[in-house]
């Protein structure tokens, strides 16, 4: 199976069981888990069932293509199950099982693996899933995000898809893998792995990135009318209460570019151990601004899809009407 | 009689919550059976990844009848004087659900008071058990979780619960889920759902469906699965407690293989391959039988092993993958010398008040290097935690001190200063042992001292359970150094030194006095459970009392001393008559007025002076030598005699004001000279009395 009909399986597979198919965001994201249709969905009593792929960014991770496991971009499967089913396990293994892998035949494993986004203020409990000893997805039951209790629970499903197509076509080398029949992965992004590593490791501006951080920190304020007062008890304090009037979509690409910012100048070494703490605390405020005007605006608008699911049935039969 | 099944089916909970349920189930159990009123016998927890049960043997069919005296409104008000019962006895009779003609009179040390006998009749055990079954599932885990709607919270997700008394079922119901008796094996191996006929067939039923629910036998599989691969690979198993538990419980029914890796990992030490293999994969290291050389192989407990072939081919990859990984953070590391990372220790917050690990280890540096007398002590100190910046401890902290001296001994440093950047961290825990170089042993002094000055410098001092920064164990840990190891620790002037090292670096501590007293303390206390291991707990404290709180050792001579020779019979006279001279000049001034021989009006007390006399001096030598032992010999040779002699014969508290402050300035001179070694009259035994 090569690297994009493994995506195509996962998209139809996902698709069949009722999931909305989304695009990656157009914005630097560490995970899947940062696109909105993720983070900003688990938020609030809305239904919500999503899969996509996002090509992730971890400039840290780089090895300037010289490592055959690591890459500082790679691409995640995410699935978003709201709220999570009960069978969310059952589900999982029959989507390895249209990958063509029988779980018999291999050993599949649940390890415990909580998972916590210090800059998202999220965190959630669940597991990796492990094949023969090879971490392949995470799984989580998200319980909080941007400090908020998640009611109903979402189930998220991240595949590494990089590593299960190694482990689908056995090769020992990331670069060595089929994107599609004729074409290798390193064909396609080594030398982007080696040009970016570079980048992140040597040339990146540091000036410019710092910059970049505050000046998108203040506009992420702006957008959200965020005091930079709290008010008692720790609670932010808005200049309008009427969410509908701030812009919570741009607010939270600025703390995405915030967090990639931050992770930059992780990667050229210019952020001292003690100044991390300060910069992640700074993202996980904003982002906590971000999530409490969704919540808010969702609630403003009425909570548009808690409306009775819409089948594919019924939708059909609606538009032939 | 009947036994009683409760099973919770759960998705895979992490190990430490199937460790804490399986403590909790049966202490919640049994508090539930014993409030239902039903007897029952054994009670046994299992436990896999996706299950929690618990088995009782024998529980009763039926509660006992219950009978019991209500006591209901004072006599006076429930009866007429000619025994007519009153409103308030029908009232009373109705509460209770009887007939008016029930109430009786009973007799108590309060008085009289209407009284109701009310029997009644013990329910079936299948009609109260369902509270038992609720029981069961009020486990506290250390992170609940919320699911689906997010209304209930345990520590997985909840999927099915059997409850069997018997062949019955226990209705009940938690998280959504109704009892019943249907159970599921293993998710692999026998996927499908397995009705159970009666409780007692648990344990056969899962093993059939590939489940081994009791910890003892999966540990017994696990342990017999891991030998027997090894005898077939010729190798020998690196005995690894921790992996033992952990995997027991990632896995229903343990089975082993067998993997390996390339020669050419075996270069990367072997510390590195162990942890690797360990803490990210949870595989036991092979080694050759008999010599102990690490093998390219390694031991994987697996839940499902049909396919072993398959499963080796991923497991080998998925290692060769980690060990290039930690060779890359290796080689990465050593483009760098440990000297070149100190600046980057300043980036790590040690205490917001006491600054950074780097600060820190310059602090160290310069005590030790006082300690020591070696100048290169001081780089040393810093060289030691020069690895907590390396990618490799980053990445297993556990290999702190180790990959230190590896690089070391890479980049030329000598074989010993190598070794005591690993051993600086000795001793680990309570069974560890402590340094045996010298200079390992004052930075490890020094290390700890600094975090025991600071910590208690700015506040924080260990009480109850709460002591974040270990410093009990590392007040122990100097005391272990100071008595297992090479070197003598004087906790009051190495305290006093690293306080000044705070001082010159410009941080604010607490006021020095107090500091060094809290911490004073801190010592005392960890010296009297560390000793009290061998020792009385009165001599320990008879020693501490004469201790000044400087050297360690000195404090342990004393103790010693006073243990061997408080075991002799005639110690015991010795101590009675140091109670009553500690008692009867406890109030007397000390005063350096000389003793008036003229005064002396009975043949002991002269005799006593004398003796004293003859004695003390020697007795000052032997103390001032540290040579306690031989010092209290000469009290208990040469003063027991005219002491015993002196208070049996010798009235002290006479009316000649002068003739009694005489004598008591010669009791308060002995006590004062014998206190130098150990406060006598603070050991236990002999009866205290007055003289």
Redesign the interface.
Known sequence: MTFQELILSLQKFWADRGCLIVQPYNSEVGAGTFNPATFLRAIGPEPWNVAYVEPSRRPTDGRYGENPNRLQQFHQFQVILKPSPLEIQELYLDSLRALGTDPNKHDIRFIEDDWESPTLGAWGLGWQVWIDGLEISQFTYFQQVGGIDCKPISGELTYGLERIAMYLQDVDDVYELEWSKGIKYGEICKRQEWEWSTYNFERADVPLHLELFDRYEEQCRVLLGLSKEKGKGNVLVFESDDSLKRLVLPAYDCVIKCSHYFNVLDARGAISVTERQRYIARVRHIARAVCETYAAQREALGYPLLKAPVSAETATAEVAR | MSSLLIEIGV?????SFVARAMEQMPVLVKSALAAARLTHGEIEALGT?RRLALRVEGVAEAQPDLEEEVLGPPRAAAFEADGTPKQAAAGFAKKNGMDVSAVRIAKTDKGEYAALTRKEKGLPAREVLGKVVEAATKITFP?A??????DIAFG??V?WIVALFGSDVIDASFANVRTGRRTLGH???APGWIELAKADDYLEALRAAHVLPRTSERRAAMIEGLAASAKDNAAEVVPDDFLVEENLT??EEPQIVCGHFEDRFLSLPDDVIVAVMRGH?RYFAARDVGGGKLLPRYF?V??????PK??????D?????RL??AR?FVEEDRKKTLADRLPKL????FQTKLG?VGEKVRRVGKLAAALSGDAEAELLAQLCKADLVSLIVGEFPELQGVMGRWYAQKEGLSARHADVIRDHYLPKGASDVVPTDTLAAHIAVADRVDTLVGCVGVGIVPSGSADPFALRRAVLSVIRIALEGPIDVDARAVFLGAYGGFVSQGKTLAAEAETLSKLDELVRGRLKSYLGEKHGADVIEACLAAWSGGSIRDLVARVEALSAIRREAEFDSLTVAFKRAHNITKDVASSDAALRAELFDHDAERALARAFDGVKARIDEATGKGQYAEALRLVATELRGPIDTFFEQVFVMVDDAAVRANRLLLLARIAGTVSRIAHLHLLSGAASTTG
């Open positions: 998705e895979e909970l992490p190990a990844p992170k979780m919320r699911w689906g709607q997010g997985r997700p999927h998710r692999f191996l990632l896995v994969q994987a697996v839940n499902t092993a049909l396919d398959t499963i080796l081919r991923g497991n990859r998925v290692l060769r993958a290039s990984d890359f300043d980036g790590i917050v950074t």
